[in-house]
């Protein structure tokens, strides 16, 4: 039976007795009694003990209640109802009863609360030890799959490794293939490079004699250690059992080999040309003795010669003294003959008639003064330098006055200003910013007036030789620039340039005045190689060729003349290049023609150490391009001759960096028959 069955029995009994005590106790009641106002309803002596056990009094009233139906039906009287003690005793029997049982549901509730919590556990345990069982049986069939997935990759793994493996290898086979390929063309490439380069040294070495062979006996062994190591490369290459990094690095053996090569052929030559400069400086020493022999021999027959003249011109005034003597004693005998015959007056004629004439004095003729080596410069290149000289000077002696004038000294001043700060202002930082400063210049050799300092304004036109003046001293700013802007910044020299042609055309004889201060500053822009004059000092000399000297009286040092001289050389070239103003027209004024002039006669006057190495290198970097692009194959041929025939002429003079630098620069532009265009030139139409 349940703990709910169990109470509900005891609620029915509970009831049941209620209705039993209610029936027996409405048979005697006639109103209330019950209340605090009521006394109780019981007789003295008849009262119980209110200790007695609960147990009697409910058997006393359970044997009281039972009476039989038919008791009812009469009427009821006090001898057959209980006492008010039984009663009462039967209430408390019934609230204790009560408690008991409220306490024994209590109880139950709490068991049944107890049995639940426990069954609450007990199915929260199999639920777990289901979940449990379930997570096991779950991980056991996970592991089982996995297994079965890991068995499938694994195999198929191993299939793709195959295919893979397979794949590599016939991959691995075509790049073979190709680097075998590549190897056999890159090194066929070499050995094309090689073999020319080895048949012309050894085309060199039998050329040569057995004494100049033996200079380069080292260099020979060498070449052969070397054909022999490139002919097993070749081989090992043809036959292509090499692994993929022996293939590249075949090739890389192979350049090197090449390059080796090259540098053998270097050091061969270099080995030949110091035994050919020793083998020249042997012959110059006995050109010299044979030439000192020569001149001895000369002298000597020379002396002989003057001693033989000498000789017959005494023999000779010997001959003609003696003539002179027969002939005066003749005279002599003869006048005392006649004396006494004639009269005094042909006496005296024949006196006059018969002295001998006066000998002729010898007249010293200095010889005419010889015309200058075209070693020096060309009779073409002199005739316009002396033009251009001329018109210079013609144009300083001019404006002397106004010079020396102490009271134009403020006029002078800003004629300067307004000459040097639109001047240095010009740069091509926009066609706008070149134009506003040109015009600047412009109108002011045009006649506007400029403003100077203190408010003052002053035109050219307020002295009559302010225009040769101030184009004498813009001619000379221009070309200072090439000492402070351009020698340092190349670029710079091209809108210098443009200006300096716009000018040219409107004023042609600015352009000759600039040309006279560039000529005076560098005469190798000429070209000219000024001799040295006899008795002239090598301070005196070198200023001639453009050096300077200081306030010191101290000579310029050659890197700063070497520095100098590069900036007028860039200017000079980017004048020949570059165009000026659109709007004043294209006429050029100075154009290619004076660049592939220059270079034609430069390579035929006398070479000086780094200078003329520096300027031929300067022009070359700067016309190069436009030369090549205009002259083409003449001007290849132009390089060619300066690079075999030239520079073995440059040699003899210089051996510094100027010269070596030229000989890396003209064989860069051999290989690459190509010369890069000047950086910085003005597009046609910058401004």
């Given at each position: 039976?349940?703990?709910?069955?169990?109470?509900?029995?005891?609620?029915?009994?509970?009831?049941?007795?209620?209705?039993?005590?209610?029936?027996?106790?409405?048979?005697?009641?006639?109103?209330?009694?019950?209340?605090?106002?009521?006394?109780?309803?019981?007789?003295?002596?008849?009262?119980?003990?209110?200790?007695?056990?609960?147990?009697?009094?409910?058997?006393?009233?359970?044997?009281?209640?039972?009476?039989?139906?038919?008791?009812?039906?009469?009427?009821?009287?006090?001898?057959?109802?209980?006492?008010?003690?039984?009663?009462?005793?039967?209430?408390?029997?019934?609230?204790?009863?009560?408690?008991?049982?409220?306490?024994?549901?209590?109880?139950?509730?709490?068991?049944?609360?107890?049995?639940?919590?426990?069954?609450?556990?007990?199915?929260?345990?199999?639920?777990?030890?289901?979940?449990?069982?379930?997570?096991?049986?779950?991980?056991?069939?996970?592991?089982?799959?996995?297994?079965?997935?890991?068995?499938?990759?694994?195999?198929?793994?191993?299939?793709?490794?195959?295919?893979?493996?397979?794949?590599?290898?016939?991959?691995?086979?075509?790049?073979?293939?190709?680097?075998?390929?590549?190897?056999?063309?890159?090194?066929?490439?070499?050995?094309?490079?090689?073999?020319?380069?080895?048949?012309?040294?050894?085309?060199?070495?039998?050329?040569?004699?057995?004494?100049?062979?033996?200079?380069?006996?080292?260099?020979?062994?060498?070449?052969?250690?070397?054909?022999?190591?490139?002919?097993?490369?070749?081989?090992?290459?043809?036959?292509?059992?090499?692994?993929?990094?022996?293939?590249?690095?075949?090739?890389?053996?192979?350049?090197?080999?090449?390059?080796?090569?090259?540098?053998?052929?270097?050091?061969?030559?270099?080995?030949?040309?110091?035994?050919?400069?020793?083998?020249?400086?042997?012959?110059?020493?006995?050109?010299?003795?044979?030439?000192?022999?020569?001149?001895?021999?000369?002298?000597?027959?020379?002396?002989?010669?003057?001693?033989?003249?000498?000789?017959?011109?005494?023999?000779?005034?010997?001959?003609?003294?003696?003539?002179?003597?027969?002939?005066?004693?003749?005279?002599?005998?003869?006048?005392?003959?006649?004396?006494?015959?004639?009269?005094?007056?042909?006496?005296?004629?024949?006196?006059?008639?018969?002295?001998?004439?006066?000998?002729?004095?010898?007249?010293?003729?200095?010889?005419?003064?010889?015309?200058?080596?075209?070693?020096?410069?060309?009779?073409?290149?002199?005739?316009?330098?002396?033009?251009?000289?001329?018109?210079?000077?013609?144009?300083?002696?001019?404006?002397?006055?106004?010079?020396?004038?102490?009271?134009?000294?403020?006029?002078?001043?800003?004629?300067?200003?307004?000459?040097?700060?639109?001047?240095?202002?010009?740069?091509?930082?926009?066609?706008?910013?070149?134009?506003?400063?040109?015009?600047?210049?412009?109108?002011?050799?045009?006649?506007?007036?400029?403003?100077?300092?203190?408010?003052?304004?002053?035109?050219?036109?307020?002295?009559?030789?302010?225009?040769?003046?101030?184009?004498?001293?813009?001619?000379?700013?221009?070309?200072?620039?090439?000492?402070?802007?351009?020698?340092?910044?190349?670029?710079?020299?091209?809108?210098?340039?443009?200006?300096?042609?716009?000018?040219?055309?409107?004023?042609?004889?600015?352009?000759?005045?600039?040309?006279?201060?560039?000529?005076?500053?560098?005469?190798?822009?000429?070209?000219?190689?000024?001799?040295?004059?006899?008795?002239?000092?090598?301070?005196?000399?070198?200023?001639?060729?453009?050096?300077?000297?200081?306030d010191k009286n101290e000579l310029e040092k050659p890197d700063m003349f070497l520095k100098r001289q590069t900036g007028i050389a860039r200017l000079y070239a980017a004048v020949i290049i570059t165009p000026g103003r659109k709007a004043d027209g294209p006429a050029h004024c100075f154009g290619l023609e004076e660049g592939w002039r220059w270079l034609a006669h430069v390579v035929h006057v006398k070479p000086l150490p780094d200078i003329s190495?520096?300027?031929?290198?300067?022009?070359?970097?700067?016309?190069?391009?436009?030369?090549?692009?205009?002259?083409?194959?003449?001007?290849?041929?132009?390089?060619?001759?300066?690079?075999?025939?030239?520079?073995?002429?440059?040699?003899?003079?210089?051996?510094?960096?100027?010269?070596?630098?030229?000989?890396?620069?003209?064989?860069?532009?051999?290989?690459?028959?190509?010369?890069?265009?000047?950086?910085?030139?003005?597009?046609?139409?910058?401004w």
């Amino acid at each position: 039976m349940s703990v709910e069955d169990m109470i509900r029995d005891m609620d029915s009994l509970h009831l049941e007795t209620v209705f039993k005590h209610a029936a027996i106790a409405s048979l005697t009641c006639k109103g209330r009694t019950l209340g605090p106002d009521r006394e109780p309803f019981w007789v003295e002596g008849q009262k119980k003990r209110e200790d007695e056990g609960t147990t009697n009094a409910e058997e006393t009233v359970a044997e009281k209640i039972i009476v039989s139906p038919s008791i009812r039906e009469k009427e009821p009287s006090l001898s057959c109802f209980p006492d008010a003690e039984e009663i009462n005793a039967s209430i408390f029997k019934r609230e204790m009863a009560e408690q008991c049982r409220q306490s024994v549901r209590k109880q139950i509730q709490e068991l049944k609360e107890r049995q639940q919590s426990l069954q609450i556990q007990r199915d929260a345990r199999q639920k777990e030890d289901e979940l449990q069982t379930e997570r096991l049986a779950q991980k056991a069939l996970r592991e089982q799959n996995e297994n079965l997935i890991n068995q499938q990759a694994e195999q198929l793994a191993q299939v793709q490794l195959e295919a893979q493996q397979r794949q590599q290898l016939d991959l691995r086979k075509i790049t073979d293939q190709k680097l075998h390929k590549l190897a056999l063309e890159g090194v066929s490439r070499c050995q094309r490079r090689f073999g020319n380069k080895y048949e012309g040294i050894i085309k060199l070495l039998l050329s040569l004699d057995k004494e100049t062979v033996q200079v380069c006996a080292a260099q020979n062994q060498q070449l052969k250690e070397l054909g022999e190591k490139f002919d097993q490369l070749v081989c090992a290459v043809k036959m292509g059992n090499c692994e993929q990094s022996q293939y590249l690095s075949s090739i890389i053996r192979a350049e090197q080999y090449c390059k080796s090569l090259d540098d053998l052929e270097g050091e061969m030559i270099k080995e030949l040309a110091e035994f050919s400069e020793l083998i020249q400086q042997q012959i110059k020493r006995e050109a010299a003795q044979r030439l000192e022999e020569e001149k001895q021999r000369k002298l000597e027959e020379e002396k002989k010669r003057f001693e033989e003249q000498t000789q017959r011109q005494k023999e000779k005034d010997e001959s003609e003294a003696q003539q002179r003597q027969q002939l005066a004693e003749e005279a002599a005998k003869a006048e005392a003959a006649k004396v006494e015959a004639t009269t005094a007056e042909a006496a005296k004629a024949e006196t006059v008639q018969a002295t001998p004439p006066p000998e002729p004095s010898t007249v010293n003729v200095s010889p005419a003064e010889g015309n200058i080596s075209g070693a020096y410069v060309h009779p073409s290149r002199l005739a316009f330098y002396n033009e251009i000289i001329s018109l210079y000077q013609a144009k300083v002696d001019a404006v002397k006055p106004l010079q020396s004038e102490e009271s134009l000294k403020q006029y002078r001043t800003g004629c300067q200003r307004a000459i040097n700060l639109p001047l240095n202002a010009i740069t091509a930082v926009s066609p706008q910013h070149l134009s506003n400063n040109f015009e600047k210049l412009y109108n002011f050799f045009a006649g506007q007036p400029v403003r100077v300092m203190n408010d003052a304004t002053i035109t050219i036109n307020d002295h009559p030789l302010a225009r040769d003046y101030c184009m004498l001293l813009m001619a000379k700013k221009f070309v200072s620039q090439s000492e402070t802007a351009i020698s340092g910044n190349p670029q710079a020299a091209f809108p210098f340039a443009s200006v300096i042609m716009t000018f040219w055309k409107l004023l042609p004889d600015f352009g000759k005045v600039f040309l006279a201060y560039l000529y005076k500053e560098s005469p190798y822009m000429v070209p000219y190689v000024i001799p040295q004059q006899p008795g002239q000092t090598a301070e005196q000399y070198l200023k001639s060729m453009g050096y300077r000297l200081s306030d010191k009286n101290e000579l310029e040092k050659p890197d700063m003349f070497l520095k100098r001289q590069t900036g007028i050389a860039r200017l000079y070239a980017a004048v020949i290049i570059t165009p000026g103003r659109k709007a004043d027209g294209p006429a050029h004024c100075f154009g290619l023609e004076e660049g592939w002039r220059w270079l034609a006669h430069v390579v035929h006057v006398k070479p000086l150490p780094d200078i003329s190495a520096t300027l031929i290198m300067e022009i070359l970097q700067t016309l190069g391009y436009e030369l090549w692009r205009t002259y083409g194959k003449q001007f290849l041929k132009l390089l060619l001759y300066i690079h075999i025939s030239y520079m073995p002429q440059l040699a003899i003079y210089d051996e510094g960096g100027p010269k070596t630098r030229l000989e890396m620069l003209l064989g860069k532009f051999l290989r690459e028959r190509q010369i890069p265009q000047a950086v910085g030139l003005l597009p046609p139409g910058f401004w």
